[in-house]
Nanobody, 120 residues
Framework: QVQLVESGGGLVQPGGSLRLSCATS????????MRWYRQGPGQERELVAYINFAGSSTSYADSVKGRFTISRDNAKNTVYLQMNSLKLEDTAMYYC?????????????WGRGTQVTVSS
């Protein structure tokens, strides 16, 4: 059974930090690229950060560049999102996503999300 379980969200003041984790099981984690998405109130879901299967390539949304860092530990089947200098507009539900394309066929899995609220 495939599982992606996010944790680490919570309430934080502007300028603070949080570290999100996404623990996975039920699939070959080291073969999948991983992404963090977020969806704020009344907003579309947006891609925040990407990391390739090996952890050797990452990319970020412009809105979080220089503040967020995505990383992964293939031995622990876990992906992380370190979030620093948090802003009010970072308030959202954060979801992790696993994706692989094999012979042109794509497979992806989603977690249920963890809430991040930035408020003074």
């Amino acid at each position: 059974q495939v599982q992606l379980v996010e944790s680490g969200g919570g309430l934080v003041q502007p300028g603070g930090s949080l570290r999100l984790s996404c623990a996975t099981s039920g699939f070959t984690f080291s073969s999948y690229s991983m992404r963090w998405y977020r969806q704020g109130p009344g907003q579309e879901r947006e891609l925040v950060a990407y990391i390739n299967f090996a952890g050797s390539s990452t990319s970020y949304a412009d809105s979080v560049k220089g503040r967020f860092t995505i990383s992964r530990d293939n031995a622990k089947n876990t992906v992380y999102l370190q979030m620093n200098s948090l802003k009010l507009e970072d308030t959202a539900m954060y979801y992790c996503n696993a994706r692989v394309v094999i012979s042109g066929a794509g497979t992806e899995y989603w977690g249920r999300g963890t809430q991040v609220t930035v408020s003074s």
